[in-house]
Every structure is written in C-alpha cells, then in structure tokens.
T-cell receptor, first 108, second 121 residues
Framework: KNEVEQSPQNLTAQEGEFITINCSYS?????LHWLQQHPGGGIVSLFM???GKKKHGRLIATINIQEKHSSLHITASHPRDSAVYIC??????????FGPGTRLSVLP | GAVVSQHPSWVICKSGTSVKIECRSL??????MFWYRQFPKQSLMLMAT?????????EQGVEKDKFLINHASLTLSTLTVTSAHPEDSSFYIC?????????????????FGPGTRLTVT
C-alpha cells in the first residue's frame, strides 16, 4: 500500500464544473502540500496545510488530520486548470512523500 | 514570491559523459534543497536532501557516486550526473526550503525549480 494515495487518477471535466481531488495518507505528517504540475513539467506549490482549510482564488484545500485525508477543490474550472495535481506529505524528517498525481483535463 | 531557478532547462548528452545541473534560490537563502527525479507519467521521487556545508543525504537506491550533489552556498546546489547512461534520461527537479513564521510557528515552505530535462543518447 502506498503511503500517499490520490483519487481519481484521471479526471475530465467540462469548463465551469466543480472539481474535487482527494488525497489520503498513512504516515504521520508535519504538513501536506498540493502541487500543480503543468505539461512542461514546472511545478507550483498551491497550498501547504497542517490543519483546517485554505482558499486561494478558485482553489480550496482542506485537511482532516484525524482521518488522514485532504481534498483539493477547484470551483468554476477552466481549461487552463488542466494539469497534474500532486499531493505531497512531509514527514517529521522534513522529507516529502509524493502521491501518484491526478491528471485533470478541463474541456472548453 | 520566492523563486527557484534551474539551469539548464534541458540538456542532451552522450552516454558516458557527465552533466551538471544547477539549482538556485534567487531571493532567499536555502539551507536545505531537495533533488527529485521524475520519469514519464510517474510522480516525483526524492533522490537526495542537500544541506549547505555538509554531505547530502541520499534516498535508498540512489547511487551517491553517480549523482554528486554539492551545496556550496546558501543559494546554490548542484547535481552532477556522472557517466550518464540512457536510463538516466529523466526530468530532474529541485526544490528549496524557506523557513518562515506563521502564527508564531516556524513553517517550511517549499519552492520548486522549473526542472531540467536530461536526455542521454
């Protein structure tokens, strides 16, 4: 069993749809990150969470420490949101463990 | 926001040669940088943790003599792929850790470089 799992693996949505990507982990963590990787490979850190909820523009990230689960929501999705979204947890040694990623395609 | 650069962005080299990839934190000092490798359609895998002024810590299965890491200053870490082979062809990404304060607690934000695509022929 992988330490970090994501669902779904692939997701196709129509422009404007509300999107949810889930992440569950099995290890103790000091923080959880949501990363966005565009087709060119560049990675942007979207959120760093250790509790609760964060919002940035159309993106919302939540984490439930007790259930070891986090979700990334995208409201009013747009084709430019098409990317791979990666959940990464940081253990107490400050090392990252990465999820397999969710490939999102938003169609116009 | 904080910026991390990598150079080169892509490189093609012949089998048996060595390639150096640079990772720089442009507007902050990073005592710790990380190197990752990503094969096509796979997630990132941590290769090593680079600490300024000390030896890098390598993940299990990563050959330290093949992937030489030098973190000579607080803004620069280099990864040298020695005697490269076609199976080393991959996307190499670095990240730099920037400590900060939020709500009275120390936080460690990660900033990723744009990556370097290495092709070994």
């Amino acid at each position: 069993k992988n330490e970090v799992e994501q669902s779904p693996q692939n997701l196709t949505a129509q422009e404007g749809e509300f999107i949810t990507i889930n992440c569950s982990y099995s290890v103790g963590i000091s923080a959880l990150h949501w990363l966005q990787q565009h087709p060119g490979g560049g990675i942007v850190s979207l959120f760093m969470l250790s509790s609760g909820k964060k919002k940035h523009g159309r993106l919302i990230a939540t984490i439930n420490i007790q259930e070891k689960h986090s979700s990334l929501h995208i409201t009013a999705s747009h084709p430019r949101d098409s990317a791979v979204y990666i959940c990464a947890v940081r253990n107490y040694g400050q090392n990252f463990v990465f999820g397999p990623g969710t490939r999102l395609s938003v169609l116009p | 926001g904080a910026v991390v650069s990598q150079h080169p962005s892509w490189v093609i080299c012949k089998s048996g040669t060595s390639v150096k990839i640079e990772c720089r934190s442009l507007d902050f000092q990073a005592t710790t940088m990380f190197w990752y490798r990503q094969f096509p359609k796979q997630s990132l895998m941590l290769m090593a943790t680079s600490n300024e002024g000390s030896k890098a810590t390598y993940e299990q299965g990563v050959e330290k003599d093949k992937f030489l890491i030098n973190h000579a200053s607080l803004t620069l870490s280099t990864l040298t792929v020695t005697s490269a082979h076609p199976e080393d062809s991959s996307f190499y990404i670095c990240s730099a850790m920037r400590p900060g304060l939020a709500g009275g607690y120390v936080t460690y934000e990660q900033y990723f470089g744009p990556g370097t695509r290495l092709t070994v022929t």
